[in-house]
């Protein structure tokens, strides 16, 4: 457990040109408290006002002039906190540390933003014989060293962009080999990511590599729209689409860890769009089939159905979907606990991922993602509910239960957010990892009480886990309200 008391101190300097309110930001992780600078840096650089606003979907009637042109936003951060670590279960040594975390963050409109920084932690006390001054966790390896670029990204959401930085809840198009992975579920891991999006007549394509310094895990996924090349460019595209996605794990990270490749052919429909100015729902009907090349009997297939529905207050997206399982290989195989699981999986066998089997048998797998404001949403930044749920039950017993809801109450002025991952849950050695943060803010909004608190699991050199737990409580100011 870890105690921290911070003042955040803030300084946001505008250039000319970049108005507008700042908005209020959601709870976050421990790991992600660097996403309210990002919040920050959007809301200031959009001009972004509320509710006098248009509708998403809706023009504005006004000619657009190169007043109009979005201005460099520049921030400047410097957080101190004191923090303490305590190993679970008795085993350890309780470790105190002084943190101090320097933060420059830049912004330009919704294309362009980057924030550079990382925590440095000098020890106060604990760490046995031969400790050093700073946490050598933090910096052991050549991955720790892109924990300095918190994010980098070029083109925002449009088709072809590049973004940089933590990977959280990150899904591969479709979804059936990646999907709500983090690259830094492991508390002593800090790589950086990479994600980059093209798109070229009727095909688009996404490629990531979840350290961009060394050979963790790649993949890429290419879809292709049917319909675009039989017929010509739709006035809609994506309503039919072929997809071939691959990922290959090299095996170079932890130790335990074998080369491994999966590949997954996925086939998508539409069935059902309606649609009007600031209003959308589609439903869409899946299939696909995967397995492990050059590995007989190591398959998969996938059925399923999909619903997203959009409006000016709500952005709902789920799916249903039944799956079968053969000779080890399973869909989302690289999954929320993944990072953990090279160490050891959950479950009876307690042995590195490289050294498990997985049974055969089938599974249904369900996820929602909503987000819904009463005013409305803003580019998915302004939100007084958040929810990510995936659930996949398994016809042998097991069942993984992955999930996050963030609300914003009190007129936004307290935000709650809560977090957890429970693998093999029905099975002996089942995993649990837990989270939550809050925050209320008072005094005009830009001064804020914060907590946080969970469970953490420490890979061991002997390639096991140790729990461990952390709470803080602190004080802030910043201008994000």
Do not use: C
Not at 152 to 161: E, K, Q
Not at 335 to 353: K, M, T
């Amino acid at each position: 457990m870890f105690m921290r008391w911070s003042w955040t101190v803030v300084l946001l300097l505008l250039l000319p040109g970049a108005g507008g309110a700042q908005e209020v930001v959601a709870p976050e992780d421990f790991d992600s408290i660097v996403s309210r600078l990002e919040e920050a840096i959007s809301a200031g650089s959009s001009g972004e006002e509320g509710e006098g606003e248009a509708q998403p979907g809706e023009e504005t009637s006004s000619p657009a002039t190169s007043d109009s042109a979005p201005a460099w936003t520049n921030l400047l951060r410097v957080d101190a906190a004191t923090l303490t670590l305590l190993p679970g279960r008795g085993a350890g040594t309780d470790e105190g540390f002084v943190q101090v975390e320097p933060m420059m963050a830049l912004g330009k409109g919704e294309s362009l933003r980057l924030i550079l920084g990382a925590p440095v932690r000098l020890r106060l006390w604990g760490g046995g014989e031969g400790a050093g001054l700073v946490r050598k966790e933090d910096w052991d390896t050549l991955s720790d060293w892109g924990q300095v670029v918190r994010l980098f990204m070029v083109g925002g959401d449009t088709p072809n962009s590049v973004w940089l930085g933590m990977m959280e809840g990150y899904s591969l198009l479709s979804g059936h080999l990646v999907r709500r992975y983090g690259n830094r579920v492991n508390p002593d891991s800090h790589p950086a990511g990479v994600i980059a999006t093209g798109t070229l007549g009727p095909v688009y394509a996404e490629a990531f590599a979840s350290d961009v310094l060394s050979a963790r895990l790649t993949g890429a996924e290419v879809a292709l729209d049917v319909q675009h090349v039989l017929f010509g460019r739709p006035p809609v595209p994506g309503r039919y689409t072929l997809a071939l996605s691959a990922v290959h794990d090299w095996g170079q990270v932890g130790g335990t860890s074998r080369p491994m490749t999966l590949a997954h052919l996925d086939a998508t429909a539409v069935v059902l769009r309606r649609g009007r100015k600031g209003k959308r729902v589609e439903a869409h009907l899946l299939g696909g089939w995967g397995g492990r090349p050059g590995e007989g009997g190591a398959w998969g297939a996938v059925a399923g159905v999909g619903v997203d529905a959009l409006t000016s207050t709500v952005d709902l997206r789920a799916r249903l979907e039944g799956r079968l399982q053969r000779g080890g290989f399973r869909q989302g195989a690289f999954g929320p606990d993944y990072e953990l699981a090279r160490f050891q999986v959950a479950g009876p066998a307690s042995v590195p991922l490289a050294e498990a089997s997985f049974p055969e048998g089938t599974s249904a797998y369900g996820e929602v993602i909503l987000s819904w404001d009463a005013v409305r949403l803003s580019g998915m930044r302004q939100r007084h509910l958040f929810l990510s749920l995936g659930v996949e039950a398994f016809s042998w017993g097991r069942v993984d239960v992955d999930g996050r809801v963030e609300a914003q109450l009190l007129h936004r002025d307290f935000s709650l957010g809560v977090g957890g991952l429970a693998t093999a849950m029905g099975q002996p050695g089942a995993r649990y990892v837990v989270s939550g943060a809050a925050r209320w803010r008072f005094l005009g909004g830009n001064l804020y009480a914060l907590g946080q608190g969970g469970t953490l699991l420490f890979p061991t050199p002997e390639g096991t886990l140790l729990p461990g737990a952390f709470a803080a409580v602190g004080l802030g100011v910043d201008n994000a309200h």
